[in-house]
């Protein structure tokens, strides 16, 4: 159990814990309960380790759950081109914990407001609060966006804008059931399936060809770079940007 992201459910499990002696006083039962709810919060917000393949051409799933859909998707926020989208949709016996796709530095960080719809549905990735994050090296640019849902209310950011990350390294989580999305570039060989489950910072989603700069990638992670700054609610002191749902 790793304890930064058992931190996070600290006032879950002290409310479930004054619960359990309250209820004790009256129905012995009842505080059984609330232990169980105990252990069933502490079983949500296990964070175990993983093991991450090394090779730099490989892309790794960013959160654990079912491969939703792969489609084609517009990227407007970060790279700004067509990429194919792989959503991942996390229930609430998959662990929460996001992982980096790729080695890389973290430039981009973008909270939006929205609503709680359900994750399943197709048009709660434009509707929902979210996350974007945009992670980059020399070769290609990986974007990858949290989704809340019906009952995840809650994104925990931990990295920060600049930060460096290898592949697999924790950067947030989203709490309860939820939806995170994976934008790849259209060259990258796609290992993953809909259907499948997948095991974020260990199970490979795609492949990235021997040189991407020969395909063109380079370009467009030279344009994420270049856009960093003229974002005009990106803020590079602060490491997050805000935008409002409309």
């Known amino acids: 159990m790793r304890l930064q992201t058992l931190t996070e459910a600290r006032w879950i499990l002290a409310l479930f814990a004054l619960l359990a002696v309250v209820a004790a006083f009256f129905f012995a039962w009842l505080s059984l309960v609330f232990l169980l709810l105990i252990f069933c919060t502490i079983a949500f917000f296990r964070d175990p380790e993983r093991r991450v393949p090394l090779d ?22 970060v790279l700004k081109t067509k990429t194919r989208r792989v959503r991942i949709f996390l229930s609430i016996f998959d662990v929460h914990t996001n992982r980096a796709p790729i080695d890389g530095r973290v430039i981009y960080r973008q909270h939006r407001e929205g609503l709680c719809l359900d994750a399943r549905r197709l048009d709660c990735s434009e509707k929902n609060e979210s996350m974007t994050w945009a992670f980059e090296n020399p070769r290609v640019t990986i974007v990858v966006r949290q989704i809340t849902g019906a009952i995840a209310r809650r994104i925990v950011a931990w990295a920060q804008v600049g930060d460096e990350l290898k592949k697999g390294d924790r950067f947030g989580m989203i709490r309860f059931g939820s939806r995170t999305e994976l934008y790849l570039p259209f060259n990258a060989e796609l290992l993953v399936k809909v259907g499948d489950h997948v095991f974020g910072g260990s199970t490979i989603v795609a492949r990235l060809p021997e040189s991407v700069t020969e395909t063109g990638n380079q370009a467009s992670g030279e344009s994420a770079s270049q856009q960093q700054n003229p974002h005009p609610t990106l803020s590079l002191v602060k490491g997050e940007a805000t935008e409002n749902a409309s």
């Open 56 to 77: 730099s051409n490989l892309v790794v799933a960013a959160a654990d759950g079912r491969v939703m859909d792969i489609v084609e998707w517009d990227e407007n926020h």
